[in-house]
């Protein structure tokens, strides 16, 4: 059984850095490309980025210049770092995985993490 858990500040002051972590449970976080992708109140999801299983990372390009995603294997755990947040930051913050030789097509996700962006 696969299983992914964010963890996280749950509230963060505008201008700071979000940072994110994805705990993998019951799979390798080098064998399949794993993402992050929000869900602002009242909106859609977001697509925020990736990192593959080289380790090579993509992004949004409307968040790219703010954000950064990397792994630590020992851990099996995956973060998103995210800078100069405001209040269009706040959102739900999910990681899911992508299936076995697929991009985008996700077969697990996390319960989602609550971030607020407010001072």
């Known amino acids: 059984q696969v299983q992914l858990q964010e963890s996280g500040p749950g509230l963060v002051k505008p201008s700071q850095t979000l940072s994110l972590t994805c705990t993998v449970n019951?799979?390798?976080?080098?064998?399949?490309?794993y993402h992050w992708i929000r869900q602002p109140p009242g909106k859609g999801l977001e697509w925020i980025g990736n990192?593959?299983?080289?380790?090579?990372?993509s992004y949004s390009p409307s968040l790219e210049s703010r954000s950064s995603i990397s792994r630590d294997t020992s851990k099996n755990q995956f973060t998103l770092q995210l800078s100069s947040v405001t209040p269009e930051d706040t959102a739900v913050y999910f990681c899911a995985r992508a299936a076995d030789g697929t991009r985008y097509k996700y077969d697990y996700w996390g319960q989602g993490t609550q971030v607020t962006v407010s001072a």
């Open positions: 019951g799979a390798s976080i080098t064998t399949n490309n």
């Open positions: 990192i593959a299983l080289s380790g090579s990372t």
